[in-house]
């Protein structure tokens, strides 16, 4: 990718976290997603908060890491403890189908954002068009996260099902280690033709604690390319 390519696909994950940000009401409890589009929406909160455009607005992050992005923003922060249910939750994905399934855990934070996911009313996903795959597989392996207690017995598993599998490293080269301390599988599976039956597979597995496959979860998708902002929401 040419350094023009990725000045675009930035301004359009800003373009797309602008407006999901037009949905967010003073006086709510909003869900921050994790990585860098959701990074954008943290950014344009507490810009908005900062010029009193919203007001009492407070945010349940969904991984360290924006945790701690909001707070050196000025954020208000609570918890899924405090606010059990959200009015909406905004977070990026990895991959799109054309029935705004997910792949989802490219930055590691694929559980919580799941359980904030589904302690949230709305699911806005905001994305540049290049996360737009015909099929879930097709661009991105199914991030899994699973205990370190006897994961390679877990990987074999997964291949077993037809993923080629990695063990993601950190930049030292250790395995990387989620906000829980586990690991995560990078699971391979090519083009998914029936991604609700993978996602039951792997929610059968003992050991594994959560996947990447966010199926029936998307409320609505902003997406936004060279034409524009465009909103979807499922269809049927
Ligand atoms: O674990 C990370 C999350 O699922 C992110 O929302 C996802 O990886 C998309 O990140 P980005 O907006 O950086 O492409």
Redesign the pocket.
Known sequence: MSLLQESEASRY?RMAAERAVELIQSGTVVGL???????LVVHRLAALLGEGKLKDVVGVPT?LETESLARSLGVPLTTLEEHPFLALTI????EVDPALNLI???????LR?KIVAQASQREII??DES?LSPQLGTRWPV?VEVLPFGWNSQALYLEGLGARVVRREAHDGAPYRTDQGNFILDCAFGPIARPAELAAKLEARAGVVEH?LFIGITSELIIAGPKGVEHRRPSG
């Open positions: 994950k997603g994790s990585g860098s589009t959701s990074a991984s977070d990026g994905a990895d989802k855990g490219g930055g590691g934070a694929l954002e905001v994305v996360k991030p990447g």
